[in-house]
């Protein structure tokens, strides 16, 4: 939905609380990057959360390559965590 407020275009968003922060999230990207720690964190200890999604958040687009990298870690680290 849009609104428009003195002339300058404004999205209008929904906040969705973050398992991570606590706090509500606002950004599209941030849905994303904790819906991946969270698949990532049900096979692989992850620690430093809070400043892993923080990257992850400056730098969005390289969320699935990290995904990928995991689990072809995973696959040839099987026993490790």
Do not use: W
Not at 25 to 33: F, I, L, Q, S
Not at 36 to 62: C, H, M, P, S
């Amino acid at each position: 939905m849009k609104s428009y407020c003195k002339g300058t275009y404004k999205r209008r968003q929904t906040a969705v609380h973050s398992p991570y922060s606590g706090v509500p999230v606002m950004d599209e990207n941030a849905t994303k990057v904790d819906a991946l720690l969270v698949r990532i964190a049900k096979g692989v200890q992850i620690t430093n959360e809070l400043r892993i999604r923080e990257y992850l958040l400056q730098f969005a687009d390289i969320a699935e390559v990290v995904l990928h990298a995991v689990e072809a870690a995973q696959r040839r680290f099987p026993e490790a965590q």
